[in-house]
Every structure is written in structure tokens, then in C-alpha cells.
């Protein structure tokens, strides 16, 4: 508990930080202006996006070889918060795409990959939900998340060679133009502070799944003790 | 019995109960017809639309036909309790993968063949000669579905709603499979062929490779109880 009280520190330190730095110490953009500042924001999210999905199949993996339920939660937790940062990189995307790129959504390699994977961790939370036996739940998932894990990839270069056979959406200047110094830091304490932030809301969805399972322990044992009272 | 022999009787079992039934079939026969005749009203298309939109439609009309078959597959199992006497039976669970992939893999085959039949027919498209790579094509576009449907129907079909979750499952991760057949298709459909035809058979090619020995590597997980 106290290194989680610490750690939680650590991410709110990092993360004032990180908003002093995107907000003050960065430039505002010449071209784009304030909205670039969503940038930060955004390429964090995705990074998270990407980073959660094979973070979970790692411990789906483990979970298949050995068995061990813990595994399984931690990967379902990995998964679930996954999500949620899946989520806001789209949607902050999309909220800068509008006013630079003049639309909101184009089927550019990037966007149509993330938006194949929040369908493919939709896919994963549904099935989890559907599913009623603990441990059929725990595998099932389990070997879906690779497919899907296995699948992004796959995914990303095959929309990206598709788009080399169709005229390119135009963009009016891409972050590929290079960042300024002060941008760098702000981008990795951006990061930093997401990357931090995700693990530790991974921790406590984790700890809250172990807090459900022991209640319905002891809820079982107050049901059998009450009957063997009467 | 070698795993390919059991693989080949599970096939075969499956290719009897199918033609004692015939339900898949001729479920995903009639369905496949209705997607082309509700496309002809829909888009009213000519020829030049046809070399455009027909790649797309083919593609689109296999895989909502394919998918009915998909959930039939264990479906049957499950209803006739016999799944559990495949699982005992003194084969290797991969080997059941395979059977039933094969199974799923020829059912769709065989409506396709119908199906590009009458899309030739219907939309007055000369398929003859593009034959060949229109064959080709099919059959490694059909195997990478039935690769990843199959071990996908197998879990979805333990879910309240399979019907359904199938789909919700297949779709995303075929994705990349559907982009390669259609442009692969799309460059034959065009006098003369248009480039990226080998390309993208060889991506269809890899994907199969990727996706079928995953499948095959997971399938225990899936049956394990």
C-alpha cells in the first residue's frame, strides 16, 4: 500500500509537470496554432493504446503456460483500462484532425489501425462479458486477445501498403515536420506521465478485481456457515 | 492414425452430417444470391461499376455467406452433445481444428463456385478469362477465413449470444485479409490486369501462414476444460 501511495505520487508529480511543459514551456505551433498542443495528448493515448494491448497479451500468454487465475486478472485489467485510452486517443484525434486537416476522420493507415483495434478490445470486453465460467472466460479471452495482439501489425502494414495504391489524403503539414526542442520534452514528459498514469490505474482496476474475488469468497462462506447454523 | 488422417476423418464426418442436412449450404447459398440481387437494385450499376464495386461485393457477399456456415460448425456439435465425444476420442486437438477448418473451407468453396456463377451471369461479366486467378484467389482469401473463423466460432459458440458475437470477433481481425482479396480481385477485374496482383497474393499467402499456425498453436486452449 505505501509504495502505491508513493507511486501515485510520483504520477501526479510527473504529470503536473507534464502540463506545465505542454501548456507554458512549449511553443504554441506557427501553422496550427493552440490546437497542436493536443498533440501531446493524443500520440500519448495511442502510444498507451498499442503499449496496453501487448502488455495484456504478455500476461495472457503467461496465463495460458502456467494457469495461475492472478495472471488472468492482470491481463483483464491491462485490457480494460487499455480501452479507455484507445478511446481518447481517437477521440482527441479527431478533435485536432478537425480544425487542421478540415475533417474529421479520414481512412488514413494510422486512423483505420487504431480504430480496428478499439473494435478488436470491444470485441475482447464483450466476450469476457459474455462468457459465464470463470476459467472458460480466463482461456477463451485469453486466446482471443493473441489473435487480435497478433493481428495489429498485420493491420497497420496492410492499410499502409493499400494507401500506397490510392492517392494520399491531403494533410496539411503532418508532425513529420520535426519538433522543436521544447516540444521534445513536453512530448516525453507527455509520455512519461501517460505511461505512468496508465499502470497505475492498471494497478488499481488489478486490485479491485482481487477485492470482488475475496468478497465473493467470504460471501460463500457466510452462505455455508449460516446453513450449517440452522 | 497420423494427425493428417485424423484430421481427414474429422473432414469427412463433417462433409457426411453436411449432406444429410444440407443446411449450411443452402442457407448460405440462398443468402449469398439475395446479397447480389439486393445489390443489382441498390446500385443499379453498369460496366465500368462493375470493375469497380464488384471485388467489393464478391468479397462481401463470401464472407456474410461464409460466417452463417462458421457458426454452423460447432453449433451442431454443441446441440448433439458431441463435441465431448470428439474431445475424448484418442486424436490430437489440432487435428480437429484442421478437420473442421477443411470442412468450413469446402462448404464455403462450394458456394463461392455458385456464387461467382451467377455473378457472372446476373452482372453479364466475363469471368472465363480470369478463371485461373480468380480461383486462386478464392481459395487463399477462403482458407485465411476459415482459418480465423473457425478457432473464433469455437469461442464464440460458448457465449449466450454466438450468433452474434461471431461477427463481432471475425470481422476486425480479418480485416487485413479482406483488403488483400480485394485488391487482389480488383486487379484482375480490369483488361489488362492491373499491378499489385502478385503483391497481394503474397500478403493473402503470409497472412494464411501467420494465421493458421497461431490457430493451430491455440486451438488446446480453446477445447480444454
Same mark, same amino acid.
Given at each position: 500500500m505505501k509504495l502505491q501511495t508513493l507511486f501515485a505520487l510520483l504520477t501526479f508529480v510527473v504529470m503536473l509537470a507534464a502540463l506545465y511543459a505542454i501548456f507554458i514551456y512549449a511553443p504554441t505551433e506557427?501553422?496550427? $496554432? %493552440? %490546437?497542436?498542443?493536443i498533440f501531446y495528448f493524443h500520440v500519448s493515448s495511442d502510444w498507451i493504446s498499442f503499449l496496453a494491448i501487448f502488455f495484456a497479451v504478455t500476461y495472457s500468454i503467461r496465463f495460458l503456460m502456467t494457469g495461475e487465475r492472478e495472471l488472468d486478472t492482470k491481463a483483464a485489467a491491462a485490457f480494460e483500462v487499455g480501452f479507455i485510452f484507445c478511446t481518447l486517443g481517437i477521440v482527441s484525434g479527431m478533435i485536432w484532425a478537425?480544425? %487542421? =486537416? $478540415?475533417? =474529421? *476522420?479520414? *481512412?488514413?493507415p494510422r486512423l483505420t489501425s487504431m480504430f480496428v483495434l478499439w473494435l478488436i478490445y470491444i470485441g475482447y470486453l464483450m466476450l469476457r462479458r459474455l462468457l459465464e465460467s470463470p476459467e472458460q472466460r480466463a482461456r477463451l479471452s485469453a486466446v482471443f486477445g493473441i489473435l487480435g495482439a497478433v493481428d495489429v501489425p498485420i493491420i497497420y502494414m496492410s492499410n499502409r501498403w493499400w494507401r500506397t495504391q490510392h492517392p494520399q489524403p491531403v494533410m496539411g $503539414? $503532418?508532425?513529420?515536420s520535426g519538433l522543436e526542442p521544447q516540444m521534445w520534452v513536453a512530448f516525453f514528459l507527455a509520455l512519461t506521465a501517460f505511461t505512468l498514469f496508465y499502470l497505475y490505474l492498471w494497478k488499481i482496476r488489478c486490485n479491485l478485481e482481487q477485492t470482488t474475488e475475496t468478497v465473493e469468497t467470504l460471501q460463500r462462506q457466510i452462505e455455508i456457515r449460516l446453513k450449517e447454523a440452522r | 492414425m497420423n494427425f493428417f488422417s485424423q484430421a481427414a476423418a474429422i473432414l469427412w464426418k463433417d462433409i457426411l452430417t453436411e449432406f444429410r442436412s444440407k443446411d449450411a449450404i443452402t442457407s448460405m447459398l440462398i443468402f449469398g444470391l439475395l446479397v447480389i440481387l439486393m445489390f443489382y437494385f441498390a446500385f443499379e450499376p453498369d460496366r465500368l461499376e462493375i470493375e469497380k464495386f464488384g471485388p467489393g461485393l464478391l468479397w462481401v457477399t463470401f464472407i456474410f455467406a461464409g460466417m452463417l456456415g462458421m457458426n454452423r460448425a460447432f453449433a451442431g456439435e454443441r446441440e448433439n452433445d458431441s463435441l465431448q465425444g470428439l474431445k475424448l476420442a484418442?486424436?490430437?486437438?489440432a487435428a480437429i481444428y484442421l478437420g473442421k477448418m477443411l470442412a468450413n473451407l469446402a462448404f464455403m468453396l462450394l458456394v463461392e463456385a455458385v456464387i461467382l456463377i451467377c455473378f457472372a451471369v446476373f452482372f453479364n461479366f466475363d469471368l472465363v478469362p480470369r478463371l485461373g486467378w480468380m480461383l486462386m484467389i478464392t481459395l487463399l482469401g477462403t482458407l485465411g477465413f476459415a482459418s480465423v473463423g473457425t478457432i473464433l466460432a469455437a469461442i464464440s459458440m460458448?457465449?449466450?449470444?454466438s450468433d452474434v458475437m461471431l461477427p463481432i470477433l471475425l470481422l476486425p481481425v480479418i480485416l487485413p485479409l479482406v483488403i488483400g482479396a480485394v485488391s487482389s480481385t480488383a486487379a484482375i477485374f480490369t483488361d489488362p490486369p492491373g499491378e499489385g496482383l502478385a503483391f497481394w497474393l503474397k500478403f493473402l499467402v503470409v497472412y494464411n501462414i501467420v494465421f493458421l499456425t497461431v490457430a493451430l498453436l491455440l486451438f488446446d486452449f480453446v477445447l480444454e476444460e
Open positions: 506557427l501553422t496550427m $496554432g %493552440v %490546437v497542436q498542443r478537425k480544425p %487542421v =486537416w $478540415g475533417i =474529421w *476522420w479520414t *481512412w488514413d $503539414g $503532418g508532425e513529420s | 484418442p486424436i490430437s486437438w460458448n457465449t449466450r449470444m
